[in-house]
């Protein structure tokens, strides 16, 4: 007689996550003895695989197309990475409430602290937009460097002079 070659939930699935497990853990937390259908495991071991496949994927993307070079560089997913895909998604910060250890914020520059250029928003700070200024001096003369100092709306400036 052959013996059947032994399949796991997770196997039967199709899963990587663990079908059985996530069954058990689900019988322990119910209140009063519910009873949990098999298929109750399967779908949240699918929905759950489904959700940590979406961040890492997402956290991939940020590295390999990250302005930093010293990110795209790295091999390894960091709670920064997971902070930034996570917050970068619309649907994603929504769902995950929570304050990821190690992961710093979000940058993130309002509208009114940076100048306008020809091509939209710059972001700029206060001692870039002083050499912007400078440089424009030097360009023009002197003269419109001290008309130009004029046009440039500080973000500081609220009496709308």
Avoid: C
């Avoid at 940058?107 to 602290?113: D, T």
């Amino acid at each position: 007689m052959m013996r059947m070659p032994m399949n796991t939930k997770s196997q039967r699935a199709g899963l990587q996550f663990p079908v059985g497990r996530i069954h058990r853990y689900l019988k322990q937390r119910t209140q009063r003895g519910f009873r949990i259908g098999a298929k109750a495991a399967v779908y949240t071991a699918a929905t759950l695989e489904y959700l940590t496949a979406e961040v890492l994927e997402l956290a991939g993307r940020y590295i390999h197309n990250s302005p930093n070079h010293d990110d795209m560089r790295r091999k390894r997913i960091t709670p920064r990475h997971l902070q930034l895909a996570i917050r970068g998604d619309e649907e994603l910060d929504i769902l995950v409430r929570a304050t990821i250890a190690g992961g710093g914020v979000v940058p993130f520059i309002h509208k009114s602290r940076q100048l306008e250029s020809k091509q939209g928003f710059m972001k700029i700070g206060l001692v870039s937009a002083i050499t912007v200024i400078v440089r424009r001096g030097k360009e023009e003369g002197k003269e419109g460097a001290k008309k130009r100092e004029t046009d440039v709306k500080s973000p500081w400036d609220f009496h709308g002079t």
